[in-house]
């Protein structure tokens, strides 16, 4: 459908890639009223018809209930609905209000999907709803922090997905319910270009979709795949690129094994097992059902985590998950706020860490879905954290890299050499296992914060998008000559705070990383990375691959290692 109104800025009608991108107004898939919320229906359809079985026995088969009749009786005003039915013989009336109503769902599930339209111009993404209460939002292109691309298990079985444009504040995204997968895959590639700074390729639009008889064959074609994809693997047409870490499957169930959550549900076990052999069997209904909850959690964490897949596109990081509903964002260089790397201690035998990040996710902090989105590597090994981050952080150089694996993670702080400055050992009381860790280093791209000896932490702040730097210090604290860091960045999963600092240390950082702050915002462009003089584009697959390995004894400590500032009369402070 297109709108007599005029679009704004729309491409020329050339450069259209996707035949949404032409600047018009235009409708979504026709089934999607099935999936939004006739599914329900059907649900809500089959309970009543399970609630009435027995009355629809007696009803349609009244010889296998001979006794019916006598228990009709007379219908009062309190009396069933459908015993006035019977006992009024408008079985002709009752039909006839079922249909109708049918007819009045489906008239607005038409309803719905006909006024339910989006447009997509050069500057932004826009999409109306409503019957009788329209709705209208937008998402400035300038703004879009990614467009993740969700494929639920019924709309996957028939070649549809759902498109979500992420947008910069909170409960700001765009949803496109829903379109085919390969409408989703080019339209999200159009977005992505727009935002990038480019005019979209010189590709000529679609064509029109095929007729119903067309529709039916390609249907049926489209289960067949996709049931058939679950197993195998990505699914057509969409082309994959690969990925440049492999999870296998043992490894991440065993990393949900070895966890201490799960050493916490056996201790419950035990507790309820030796609990219920002295008579107390109230612990049964107490802690069953939370034992059962926790089991449930564990599985789908396992299933959303297979068919992982991280690789590097023109447009950004694409991360693939999720075996029956299968979810794919593209990360946009420059919408990484920061990144953590983490190893709980039950992990070390193995050298398995964890990769989280913090990124504007354009959804409410009471949304229970964000956390899928912040997890860029839910159990790798430290040659798979380095892949990850190169791709997290392009335009780090590879020496850099080198240093941050082999100092950031896996240092504690006793080598000689050690570039982090660390807290002093008078603050050992305040981290008395990992004073000799806990430290920071400053880079002309990046603050780094590591922390934890048995839960070791690495946090890694572009400082590009660092907000702001603060600095605090209490009473013990002062008097012991320490303070903490705090930086200020969009809230998620990673904690960019670091205690124990000592107190000059701390005053040369918080003016060294001030000045290195405002000079990287300066030339920083990833925001518009396509743009001429923009960001570094990502490595190649291949040479994420097999990074050159570098020795970080010959790079040596960072040029910009901090002086020790002079002491001042107060240390708190905002940058």
């Known amino acids: 459908m297109t709108d007599s109104t005029s679009s704004p800025a729309a491409p020329p009608h050339e450069l259209v890639k996707s035949r949404f991108s032409d600047g018009e107004w235009h409708r979504l898939h026709p089934l999607t009223p099935l999936l939004r919320g006739g599914l329900a229906l059907l649900v809500v359809v089959g309970v009543i018809i399970a609630n009435l079985r027995d009355r629809a026995l007696q009803i349609f088969l009244p010889w296998l209930a001979p006794d019916f009749e006598d228990e009709v009786g007379e219908w009062d005003s309190g009396g069933d609905p459908i015993d006035f039915v019977i006992a009024n013989n408008l079985y002709l009336v009752a039909v006839l209000v079922v249909l109708g109503a049918i007819l009045l769902v489906i008239a607005g599930f038409y309803l719905s999907w006909r006024f339910h339209t989006l447009r997509i111009t050069d500057d932004d993404v826009e999409v109306r709803s409503g019957i009788l209460f329209r709705t209208q939002r937008r998402a400035p292109l300038d703004r879009v922090q990614g467009v993740n691309l969700t494929r639920p298990m019924i709309a996957r079985l028939l070649g549809m997905a759902k498109l979500e444009v992420v947008g910069a504040g909170t409960d700001s995204n765009v949803k496109l319910e829903y379109l085919s997968t390969s409408d989703a895959e ?263 914060l590591r922390r934890g000896l048995i839960w070791r932490r690495l946090g890694i702040l572009p400082l590009a998008r660092l907000q702001s730097l603060a600095l605090h210090q209490g009473p013990l604290d002062r008097a012991t000559r320490v303070a903490s860091l705090r930086a200020h960045v969009v809230t998620g999963p990673v904690y960019a705070g670091l205690a124990a600092i000592d107190r000059d240390h701390a005053l040369g950082l918080f003016q060294d990383a001030a000045a290195a702050a405002v000079r990287a915002a300066t030339v920083d462009t990833s925001h518009r990375w396509a743009d001429d003089g923009g960001a570094a584009e990502l490595p190649p697959a291949d040479e994420v691959l097999a990074p050159e390995a570098a020795d970080p004894v010959a790079a040596g400590p960072d040029a910009t290692a901090l002086e020790p500032a002079e002491p001042e009369a107060a240390v708190d402070g905002r940058a």
């Open 186 to 448: 080019t339209v999200r590639a159009d977005i992505l270009r727009l935002a990038s700074g480019r005019r979209l390729a010189a590709t000529a639009a679609p064509g029109s979709p095929a007729r119903t008889s067309g529709r039916v064959a390609a249907l049926s074609q489209t289960v067949s795949r996709e049931l058939s994809g679950m197993i195998e693997g990505p699914e057509a047409p969409v082309a994959v690129p690969e990925s440049v870490v492999n999870i296998p499957v043992g490894r991440l169930v065993a990393s949900h094994v070895v966890s201490m959550s799960t050493i916490g549900l056996l201790f419950a076990a035990a507790a309820i097992a030796v609990g219920v052999s002295q008579g107390i069997t109230w612990l049964l209904f107490g802690f069953v059902p939370a034992i059962i909850g926790f089991a449930a959690y564990w599985v789908r964490s396992i299933v959303r985590s297979l068919r992982y897949s991280i690789a590097p596109t023109p447009d950004g990081v694409r991360i693939t998950f999720g075996l029956l509903t299968t979810v794919t964002e593209i990360v946009p260089p420059g919408r990484v706020h920061a990144i953590e790397v983490s190893q709980p201690i039950l992990w070390r035998p193995a050298g398995w860490w964890t990769v989280r990040i913090n990124r504007l996710t354009g959804r409410s902090a009471t949304d229970s879905t964000t956390d899928q989105f912040t997890t860029v590597l839910p159990v790798g090994t430290a040659s798979d954290v380095e892949r990850v981050l190169r791709l997290m952080q392009p335009s780090v150089p590879d020496a850099e890299w080198a240093l941050i694996a082999h100092e950031g993670m896996h240092g504690t702080g006793a080598a000689a050499d050690d570039t982090f400055t660390n807290s002093p050992r008078r603050a050992r009381w305040i981290r008395p296992l990992s004073y000799r860790r806990n430290g920071f280093r400053l880079t002309g791209d990046l603050l780094l």
